[in-house]
């Protein structure tokens, strides 16, 4: 809830709702916003040289799969720590604005 943005409005007097309406459309722009998959890629090749896991994984690609809400599959060698997943989805949300819109984030482990 940190990036949710707080509006003070008033039902009975009706102040502040036309502050309503931009920031709707700005939450349902994010919600149904595609990510290209080179920048996709980009982001999560910043953030691993900015911070490595614990153990050594490599990723293989990345890319966005779904909207509503913005899905992000990574295909990886190893299964990725709960932390290290935060991490990358908070790199995720800075990097393109997601601001407060859920994001989901599903890992795939290669197959041997």
């Known amino acids: 809830m940190g990036d949710a943005p707080i509006l003070k409005i008033s039902a009975l007097s009706g102040k502040g709702v036309n502050k309503l309406r931009p920031v709707l459309q700005e939450a349902i722009m ?12 980009r982001v999560i090749s910043d953030a691993q040289q900015r911070s490595r896991p614990a153990m050594a994984c490599a990723w293989l690609y990345a890319l966005q799969g779904a909207t509503d809400p913005p899905t992000f599959t990574l295909f990886v060698n190893r299964e990725l720590p709960q932390t290290y997943l935060r991490y990358l989805e908070r790199s995720i949300r800075e990097a393109f604005e997601f601001g407060s819109t859920p994001l989901k984030l599903r890992v795939r482990k290669r197959t041997d």
């Open 30 to 41: 994010q919600y149904h916003r595609r990510v290209p998959t080179r920048d996709v890629n």
